[in-house]
C-alpha cells in the first residue's frame, strides 16, 4: 500500500466545476486510468481520496492537491503518465509525491495558500485600486466582519497576511494566506474589507483569483517555515517570525 | 479545449450551475470547424440534466462524429436564469463544444421525447435567431429537424420544423448529409433540398402535404403536394443491433444528471402489447443485442467513461433472452471494479429477487410493481399481464428476502374503468401490507415494519396505440378518482402503511390535447410561448391558466382532442405516419379490449399487427 500525494492544476472553463463535482471528476478519472485505488470498506466501498482544500468556483489554480492511497502501483511517475493520459484539458497533474506512513492528510497539514488576485476585465474598479490597495495594506490593524457559525465576528486580518508582492503593470496582486483549520482568510474577504474602507463596494464576482500553491507548516530546528507541499526548492520557503 | 466561452466569467458565476453552459466534458469530441462540411446542433429541449441523460443523443452524436466530414455539438435549454441573461445580453444560444452560435450550424436536430417539451423548441429557436416559423427560413438558417417519439404525431409542430425523421435514428442520416452537401455544392434552393429529403424514407416534410378538414373538425385528407414523394412515411428501422453503431465513449458530465451511469441498451421493442403503451408499439419488433455483443460494450463504455454505475436499458429488460447470462458476468466484472449494477424494469421473481440481493443493499432498496390498475378486469383491458397472485407472490418472496420497502403504480381514468377499479388499487395495497405481516412474524421485524407508495398517473391516449379511440377525461373527472382512490385507502386496514400520491390534472390534459393533437395546435403553442409559457414539464413553470386563454383567443376548443369519442373510421392526424403496426391491428386490438379480454404476447403467438414486414426481430423467432 502506498500513500501519494498529488500536485494538479485546475484552468480555463474547468475553474467553473465545483469542489464536489471535480471529487467526481476525479474518482472517474482514477477509474479510467486503471490505477490500484484503495477501497473503503463497507456496502458501498469509495475511493480512499482526499483533497486539500475546496477551491472556489470560478477560481483557476496552478497548485491543488489530494491524497490518494493505492494497494499496487508499478512506480510514481507511472501513476502520473497514466492520470494524464484521462485527464481533461484544464486539469494537468504537475507531480506526485509518496507520503510516509506517519504524514499528515493534505486536508490538516495545510497552514497558507499563495494567490495571485486580478480583477475581471469588464469589472475592473474606476480607481486607483492598486496603489490604493497597497496603501490598504500597510495599515496596523486591518479589520473585516468574519461569518462565523454564531453570527458575525470582527477579525483583524493583518496576522493572517504571511506575504504580498504587488505588480504594477500587470495590475496584480500576489498575497500569501492564512488557510488552516485555526484561521483562513479568503481573499473575497480581504477585497471586500478594502473595499468597504473606501466606502465602496465590491462587485460579486469582480475578483479573477488564482491560486498559485497551498503550504503545509514546517520546522527546521529553530526555524519555523512554511513551504508549498511539493517543491524542492529552498526559495520557496517562507520564514515564519518567531 | 474550448477556453473561449460564449458567455463572459462574471455571468456564469452569476448564475445556477455554470457547468450546464461550458461544454469541455470529458469525452466530448472537438473538430476543427474548417475541416467538416456539416455541423450539427444536437438539441434536447430541456435543461442539461435532463438532456445529458438521454442515451438517443448520445447514439446519434457518437455516429455522426465517427463520421470524418461531420462535426455534432449538443445543445440544451438554458434555464430560466440563463435564458433572461441571454435575452438581457443579447447573446445568441451557442452549442457547447465550439461556443459558436447555434444559427451559424447546418443542421439543428431536436429530440422530442414528451409533448410538454414544444415550447422550449420554441424558446432554443428564439434564442437562437432562427425563424420560428419554416415557411420564414432561408440558407441563413439550419435545417431544423426532429426526431423522438413525438414524431409518431408530429402535427402540432409542423409549422416549426423542416423536417421529421420518423423511426430509428441510426439508418437515414448518411443519406440526408450526402444530399445535403450536394445541394450546397449545387447551388439548389433549400426547397429543392427539402424535396429530395422527403423522397427518402422515413423523411417527412410537413410543408409538402395539404391538411383539409371536414365541417366537424376531423381531418377530410392530407396529401402530398408533389407527386414524387410518399403519400405515407413509414418508419425507419435498425435491422440488426449488433452490426449498428453504439456509444462507448458517452460524453461524462461533471454535474450529477439524471441517468448518471454506462447504460447498455439490451434489446428495442417489446413484447408485452400493453394497451395504453406508445412505446410498445413504436419500436415493434422486439430485437434482441447478443449477449457476447453486450458484454464488450459494457467492459469497453466502462472504461472509457470511469462510471460506477452500469444499468440495463430496455422496456421489459425480464423478456430478454439471455439475461442470466448477461448479469452473471456483469456481477463477475462489476465487482471487480467496485461498479454498481441498476436494474429498472425487471419484473419481480425469484430470479430478479435473488440478482437484485446481490447488487443492491435490500433494506435501503424498493420493489416496484406497475400493475397499472386496480382490478384483474381492468388490467385484461389494458392487457397488462401481471396479476395480483404475481405481486403477492413476488412480495412474499421479497419480504422473505428482506424487503420491506413496496412502490406500486396505478393509473386513473382508463377506458372503460368503474368505481370498483378504482377502489382496487387500495384493495391491493393493503393485500401487499396484509402478505407483510403474515410472511414476516412480529420478531423478526427487527423494529421495521412494512411502507407502501401507491401513485396514480392520469391516464393520456395516444397515437398508435389502441387506445388512440378512447375518450380521456376531464380534469374533474381525474381529480374525482384520484379522491376516490385516496378515500379508498384510507378505508383499508393498513392505511397507515400506505402512502398515496398522484399527478397534476393540468399538465396531463395539456398533454393529451398535444399528444393526439392535429396542425391547427401550431398556432395556439406559438402564441403560448409568446406570452411566456416555457418549460411546461416542470411543474412550477406550467401555466395552464395561459394555455386555455390561449386556446380561447385562437378559437379551438381543447376537448375537441382529449374527452371526444372517436369513430372507427375516423382519419387521425398521424395516420399520414406508418410505424410498422396497421390500424387494422390497433382497432382490434380496441375491440377487444373494450369486450374485456387479454392479447398473446408476441412470443406466444403472432397477432398480426404488421411489423412482421420489417422482416426481423420476434416476429421470426420460434413460438413458445
Redesign the interface.
Known sequence: MNRLRLKFSKN???K???HL?VM??F??????A?IDIK?SEG???HQVISFAQPLS??ATSDGEYMDMTVNSMKSVSDVMNRLNA?M???IEILAIKELGEREEKAMTAAYAAKYRIRF?N??KPDFDWINEFEAYLKKDKLSAMKKTKSGEKEIDMKPLIFEYNIDKEDESVDLLLSMSSAATLKPALLFGAFFNSLNKELS???L?VHRIDIYRYMEDGETKYIEPFITDDINTRFILNG | ???N?AV???I???IEK??RY?????NSVTKNKADVDIRFAMCFPDVYEIGMSHLGIQILYGMFNSYEDVWCERVYSPWTDMDAVLREKDIPLFALESQDPVKDFDFLGFTLQYEMCYTNILQILDLSKIALLAKDRTWDDPIVIGGGPCTYNPEPITDFFDIFYIGEGETKYREIFDLYKKARKDGISRTDFLHECAKLQGIYVPAFYDVKYKEDGTILSMLPIYDDIPTVIYKEMCLDLNETFYPTKPV?P???ITQDRVVLEIMRGCIRGCRFCQAGQLYKPLREKDVEHLKELAVEA???????EISLSSLSSSDYTQLPELIDFLIKSCNE??V?ISLPSLRIDAFSLDVMSKVQ?VKKSSLTFAPEAGTQRMRDVINKGLTEEDILRGSHEAFLGGWNKVKLYFMLGLPTETDEDILGIGDIANKVAVEYFETVPKEKRNGRTIDIVASTSFFVPKPFTPFQWAPMNTKEEFLDKADKTRKGIMSQLNQKHIKYNWHEADASMMEGVLARGDRRLNEVILKAYKKGCIFDAWGEYFHFDIWMETFKECGIDPFFYTTRERADDEIFPWDIINCGVTKAFLLREWKTALSGKKSSNCRQQCLGCGAASYGVGVCFKERT
Not at chain 1, 474518482?27 to 479510467?32: D, E, G, T, V, Y
Open positions: 480555463g472553463p474547468i467553473f466545476i465545483g463535482d467526481r471528476y474518482q472517474k478519472a482514477i477509474r479510467r486503471e477501497y456496502f458501498s466501498p468556483v470560478g484521462v481533461n484539458e484544464g475581471r469588464s469589472l460579486t464576482n469582480a479573477d | 479545449m474550448n477556453y466561452l463572459p466569467d462574471e456564469l458565476l452569476s455554470p457547468e461550458i461544454g469541455n466534458e470529458v461524462v461533471y454535474i450529477k466502462l472504461n472509457n467513461t470511469g462510471y460506477e471494479k467496485k454498481n443493499d
